[in-house]
């Protein structure tokens, strides 16, 4: 059974287009939940880390937030170059793994 | 201050030979983790490090893998006697503490013909 499971696979939006991605999850106790933006030919890069339901992390066009069983990646008002797959990650309070989603890929039509 | 540094970028071999990929992680990041991403999906777990020692080797997907860290810094993924199926793209983290956000290298694309 996945432990985390991202939707939609793919979105495009418009640019000025807000939307949300989200990022569901089964693990039994959450240490942590995570998101990175990953780019062609490049390795993940760290957006936000969420410890406990109803955080929320903003940086630029981007929010964060997490309850109980899902995280939404909430996108405002995107632009061209926020296009990239996003990427979510759980680990769990009982170990050192982390589990990731097949992530969603954005792309923001100018 | 420097990312995390993967060599070789790309490696194309045989099946059946060895090969070996490297990762430096960022200074002063005792753990380090190794994964594995296929076209499309999401990386997938391999191996940590806590140190010199592996933590978690559970990831590993049979005995032709097998990675070290003997210093605690640089660590080297190796493969024997690959197969097709080994072929993507073998990603390493660093972050300073376990329950710290991982930092990645851009990774090694391994094509097994």
């Known amino acids: 059974e996945d432990q985390v499971t991202q939707s939609p696979e793919a979105l495009r939006l418009q640019e000025g287009e807000s939307s949300s991605l989200n990022c569901s999850y089964t693990v039994s106790g959450l240490r942590g939940l995570f998101w990175y933006r990953q780019d062609p030919g490049k390795g993940p890069e760290f957006l936000f880390t969420?410890?406990?339901a109803g955080e929320e992390k903003e940086k630029e066009r981007l929010k964060a937030t997490l309850t109980k069983k899902e995280s939404f990646l909430h996108i405002t008002a995107p632009k061209p170059e926020d296009s990239a797959t996003y990427l979510c990650a759980v680990q769990e309070n009982t170990g050192n793994q982390f589990y990731f989603g097949t992530g969603t890929s954005l792309t923001v039509i100018p | 201050g420097a990312g995390v540094s993967q060599t070789p970028s790309n490696k194309v071999t045989e099946k059946g030979k060895y090969v070996e990929l490297r990762c430096d992680p960022i200074s002063g990041h005792t753990a380090l983790y190794w994964y594995r991403q296929s076209l499309g999906q999401g990386p997938e777990f391999l191996i940590y490090f806590q140190g010199t020692g592996a933590a978690d080797d559970s990831g590993l997907p049979n005995d032709r893998f097998f990675a070290v860290r003997p210093e605690g810094s640089v660590s080297t993924l190796k493969i024997q006697r690959t197969e097709r199926g080994d072929s993507a793209v073998y990603l390493c983290?660093?972050?300073?503490?376990?329950?710290?956000?991982?930092?990645f290298g851009d990774g090694t694309r391994l094509s097994i013909l």
């Open positions: 969420l410890y406990s």
């Open positions: 983290a660093s972050s300073l503490t376990p329950n710290q956000p991982q930092h």
